[in-house]
Nanobody, 115 residues
């Protein structure tokens, strides 16, 4: 059984920074893609950033240049460094992984950016 636990969310003023972390627990070896998604009230869940096992990353246009995704393959963790946060970044952020052809999701962590 694979479990994902996010941490690092909170309340921050516009222009501030937060770093989200996601830990994968259980018997996990060689996780494939690791991603961050977000869902704002009334909106559909959207992809924010993704990183492959080899470290290749991709980002939504709305966060390019402000967010950085990274991973630690030894610790089975994925991170999202968020800089220059904007009120429109307010959402619940979820991490997601693909492992042995199955998709797993965390419970989410709230990020609120005040103007």
């Amino acid at each position: 059984q694979v479990m994902l636990v996010e941490s690092g969310g909170g309340l921050v003023q516009a222009g501030g920074s937060l770093r989200l972390s996601c830990a994968a627990s259980g018997t996990v070896f060689s996780i494939d893609n690791m991603s961050w998604y977000r869902q704002a009230p009334g909106n559909q869940r959207e992809s924010v950033a993704e990183v492959t096992r080899s470290g290749r990353s991709s980002y939504a246009d709305s966060v390019k240049g402000r967010f950085t995704i990274s991973r630690d393959n030894f610790k089975n963790m994925v991170y999202l460094q968020m800089n220059n946060l904007k009120p429109e970044d307010t959402a619940v952020y979820y991490c997601s992984i693909w492992y042995r052809a199955q998709n797993y999701w965390g419970q989410g962590t709230q990020v609120t950016v005040s103007s």
